[in-house]
């Protein structure tokens, strides 16, 4: 039997088409261009940081416990220990490799959300004591930057998703909604702001969100120091 796949929120059909107003273009794309120019925004190198070399995309390194400070948020020591020294995460990683989440089918996102794609990877991570859902996200988006959704609390209030829940499949569904208008957007906006070798069409997405809800919403972020347990907010 095929599972059901989850309704898009309001919020965040009203964010689709907030990105997808032409009347809209010249805020968005003066928020990629604040975000990749200003040096108060370190997440726009999240991706960037390496130690010796690219980190390898099934093996979580040093660089990847270290960029996430980039994102207001980091690990301690036991954190990252567990995280680097479990070799189990490299076999879940492995299951699923980078592509874009919008070129996904729907039987696609559905294996994704399984056992048999990145629910083991998120489960292993998802164990550390300590370890919520925005440490979580952050490090697979590490690892797949087309394939994952970051989720924090300013993306998650300005998109309406209360827990993680369906959520990879909720931004499928929202990228490919109307003939995949929405990742076509992305993509266009992505050029226009020339930084479309640099991020994915979902890091785009994340970005708008996240610069959004901060502007318009005055949201605040999250941040979770080494010392900071998450909540249990799936």
């Known amino acids: 039997m095929t599972a059901s796949l989850p309704d898009l929120p309001e919020k965040f059909e009203l964010f689709r088409r907030h990105v997808l107003d032409p009347v809209n ?17 370190t ?4 991706h960037d940081l390496t130690y010796s070399g690219p980190s390898h995309p099934d093996h979580f390194d040093i660089a990847d416990v270290a960029s996430l400070s980039l994102l207001s948020v980091t690990l301690n020591g036991p954190m990252a220990r567990e995280l680097i020294k479990n070799p189990g995460l490299s076999t879940e990683l ?7 989440l919008g070129d996904l089918t729907d039987a696609d996102v559905q294996k994704l959300e399984s056992n048999d794609g990145l629910n083991g990877a998120w489960r292993l991570i998802r164990r550390i004591h300590g370890v919520g859902a925005t440490r979580t996200s952050k490090l697979l988006a590490r690892k ?24 990879w499949a909720v931004f499928h569904l929202a990228l490919t ?11 266009a906006l992505a050029e226009k702001a020339g930084v479309a070798d640099r991020y ?6 994340d970005i708008l969100a996240w610069m959004y809800g901060r502007d318009e919403k005055n949201y605040e972020n999250e941040v979770f120091t080494e010392l900071d347990a998450e909540p249990d907010d799936e």
Request: proline share 6%.
């Open 43 to 46: 997440g726009a190198h999240f």
């Open 200 to 205: 994915s069409r979902l890091r785009v997405l």
């Open 94 to 100: 492995a299951r699923e490799p980078d592509r874009d």
């Open 144 to 167: 797949r930057p087309r394939l994952v959704p970051i989720w924090d609390s300013v993306i998650s209030r300005v998109l309406g998703l209360d827990r993680t829940k369906d959520y």
């Open 25 to 41: 273009e010249d805020q968005l794309l003066g928020y990629l261009k604040k975000y990749t120019t200003d040096p108060a925004y």
């Open 177 to 187: 909604a109307d003939d995949r208008a929405l990742d076509e957007r992305l993509s």
